[in-house]
């Protein structure tokens, strides 16, 4: 099981309405520790109060079957 990363240090959040998931361009929102895509739900790492959005280094969630 992953380590759970540590709460972001000095994150700014007000700089998500800038951003865009790399991967589908969808709207973010902070969770927890992580930067998560409203449309595609990947959620990227915060590292030292930077968000990594690089889409290989994103958790992607859970396939369900439909």
């Known amino acids: 099981m ?3 990363p ?3 240090l000095e994150f700014d959040a007000s700089i ?4 865009a998931c790399p991967a589908c361009h969808g ?3 902070l969770v927890e520790a992580r930067i998560v895509c409203r449309a595609c739900l990947r ?6 109060g930077i968000p ?3 889409v290989e280094r994103a958790e ?3 396939k369900t079957d439909a």
């Open 52 to 54: 990594v959005l690089i």
């Open 27 to 29: 709207d973010l929102r």
């Open 60 to 62: 992607t969630p859970p």
């Open 2 to 4: 992953p380590a759970k």
């Open 16 to 19: 998500l309405r800038r951003l």
């Open 6 to 8: 540590a709460v972001p």
């Open 43 to 48: 959620a990227y790492p915060i590292v030292d």
